[in-house]
């Protein structure tokens, strides 16, 4: 009896080294580490966010689209969960797994961005892409985190989750953008965010812009 409990006890000591080995693994990169402080990661994970780690994401490179984009949960105080905000189009593009990065445009309501690098986490279809955003509104400026998440299947993405924080609202002067380290997290709540054939946009801007009450990244 003794024997049987000494091999059952090597057994799960040796699953579970690999398992926590496997789980070292799935970290986040330097690159990543980079442009969001974990004192805002832990505010963003904190309220749902999903985080996938990893460093052999699946192909991302799509046009998609998050419809019905609603407001999941926020920092924010004047925030009401529920609230919904424009259909959130985005292209992937540029993916290279060997440092990491990717290219995102996008468009929301009035807000668009293109050519915007960043980088991505992910272990096979579970990925999550993180972009640094430069932005002006009303001749303020202000670098901001937005984070996608979700699982590549046939036909777009699944459960797919947006959270766009603030890094650095330079003193906030004009009073127009959220504090530093508020930020919403808001999610496609059909959970199926399809694939679509063009962002059907107007020239984009490299710097950013908005006038919406329902704005992703001002008060």
């Not at 990661?41 to 904190?46: F, S």
């Not at 009035?110 to 640094?132: A, D, R, Y």
């Not at 002006?136 to 036909?155: C, L, Y």
Request: a negative charge; glycine letters at 10%.
């Amino acid at each position: 009896m003794k024997k049987t409990i000494v091999a059952t006890f090597v057994v799960f000591a040796v699953f579970a080294g690999l398992l926590s080995s496997c789980e070292e693994k799935l970290t986040l990169s330097k690159d990543i580490k980079n442009i969001v402080p974990e004192s805002t990661l832990t505010k963003i994970t904190d309220l749902g966010m999903p985080i996938h780690k990893g460093d052999n994401p699946t192909n991302l490179a799509n046009i998609y689209k998050a419809s019905p984009f609603i407001l999941k949960s926020s920092n924010i105080p004047s925030d009401n969960v529920g609230k919904s905000f424009a259909d959130y189009k985005f292209r992937l593009y540029d993916q290279d797994n060997a440092n990491l990065s990717i290219k995102l445009d996008y468009l929301n309501g009035p807000e668009s961005g293109s050519g915007l690098g960043g980088f991505i986490s992910g272990n096979g279809s579970e990925f999550s892409v993180f972009v640094k955003v430069h932005s002006t509104s009303s001749g303020q400026q202000a670098d901001m985190i937005h984070i996608i998440s979700g699982t590549i299947v046939s036909g777009g993405i699944k459960d797919l989750y947006f959270a766009n924080f603030m890094l650095d609202n330079n003193g906030n002067p004009g009073k127009v953008w959220i504090e530093n380290e508020e930020g919403r997290v808001i999610y496609d709540s059909d959970g199926m965010s399809p694939v679509i054939q063009s962002l059907q946009s107007n020239v984009f801007k490299d710097v950013l812009s908005s006038s919406s009450g329902s704005s992703l990244i001002v008060k």
